[in-house]
């Protein structure tokens, strides 16, 4: 009873302090409670589409960036360094569609995006079209600490990656044999653009950390045979990620165009405060409550007919996902002990 009194002052002085955004003492709790989730994209990832030897190797990549981010949450890290240590990860990892392993635009390169949100304070950074750096993710969080802006592009990015002493690679290190035998396939018009993205493979994390504070990260390759500068959901701040420490923090994955048009990641955190303003009295939302939401907004993301997912975490410790595809690459731990990992549509 008093953990949930605490919480409830902490949360009254939030939503009536709408100045100060979720000061990391506002939240504190003493139990140190933290949560994390992550994804490694949404598609038609079904038993008959994936082999063994791929499902073993993504649930081992996906168990190991888990254990990176709640490595860091264990020791008191903050939330913002748990979603960049399992970002990175995944970037590294071929298995994803961000950094090695992203796949290639219609000009056979490769454009990548990514972005980051703290919660505490709505700083953010992102990236879009980068060539160079070999994790977009700490190039997000570089423009969201070092820079006046939130978002940079193309050859800018780029400068500004080499000004900040980002390491940098060569054209060459994101190619992988399986992306560019996707491209030349399309490329050759034996497949559809839809035929090869049967999954979306765009890497996020989002968590709530011992003192309250809320983040989250998405980095992503984009769609194979992009053309035009084509810009997704997973570096814009509101579509495809977002973090407030009155709400929930977001990351999503999956058609771009859709989660932009419905601004996905600030529509579920904005009903999430909404619902909360509205029962007053009360410590937060429960599971049920939470998952309703994230479940109706993607539910009107179907109807528009978008794909893909989310992931989300709250400020009450919860940490889960919603999704309209057959499958979606995805983990989750809490400080209770609760952890999994997951692939298809049918498990936990």
């Not at 939030?14 to 994209?41: F, M, N, Y």
């Not at 290190?173 to 018009?189: C, F, G, N, S, V």
């Not at 084509?230 to 929930?248: E, F, L, M, Q, W």
Request: one cysteine or more.
């Amino acid at each position: 009873m008093i953990r949930f009194l605490m919480r409830l002052t902490g949360l009254a002085v939030l939503l009536c302090a709408p100045a100060s955004i979720a000061h990391a003492e506002d939240v504190q709790t003493k139990d140190a409670r933290w949560s994390i989730a992550i994804h490694g994209g949404a598609g038609t990832i079904e038993r008959g589409v994936i082999t063994p030897e791929q499902d073993g190797e993504i649930r081992a990549a996906l168990s190991t960036a888990l254990e990176a981010g709640s490595k860091v949450l264990k020791a008191g890290g903050t939330a913002t360094d748990a979603i960049v240590a399992v970002i990175t990860f995944l970037e590294d990892n071929p298995n994803f569609n961000a950094g090695k392993g992203a796949v290639f635009t219609w000009d056979k390169t490769n454009e990548l995006d990514s972005s980051i949100m703290d919660g505490s304070d709505l700083s953010a950074g992102a990236v879009a079209g980068v060539t160079a750096t070999k994790n977009p993710i700490l190039l997000a969080r570089a423009v969201k600490d070092n820079s006046p802006h939130v978002m940079l592009s193309g050859k800018g990015a780029d400068a500004f990656s080499r000004e900040q002493g980002l390491e940098q690679v060569e054209p060459d290190y994101y190619a992988t044999p399986y992306r560019l035998k996707q491209i030349e396939d399309m490329l050759a018009e034996k497949v559809s653009a839809k035929d090869v993205d049967y999954k979306f493979g765009t890497v996020g994390a989002v968590a709530m950390d011992s003192k309250g504070n809320m983040a989250a990260g998405t980095s992503t390759g984009g769609m194979t045979g992009k053309r035009w500068g084509r810009i997704g959901d997973s570096p814009v701040i509101g579509a495809g990620t977002y973090a407030d420490n009155r709400s929930c923090a977001i990351s999503a994955t999956g058609s771009g165009e859709y989660f932009i048009r419905l601004a996905v990641a600030h529509e579920i955190c904005t009903r999430i405060k909404m619902r909360v303003s509205d029962r007053e009295g009360e410590a937060g939302l429960s599971q049920t409550d939470v998952q309703k939401i994230a479940d109706d907004v993607i539910a009107e993301l179907g109807e528009l007919g978008g794909t893909g997912g989310i992931i989300y975490a709250t400020p009450w410790g919860q940490a889960g996902y919603s999704f309209n595809t057959p499958g979606m690459y995805r983990g989750r731990a809490t400080s209770d002990g609760a952890q999994s990992v997951s692939i298809y549509g049918d498990e936990g």
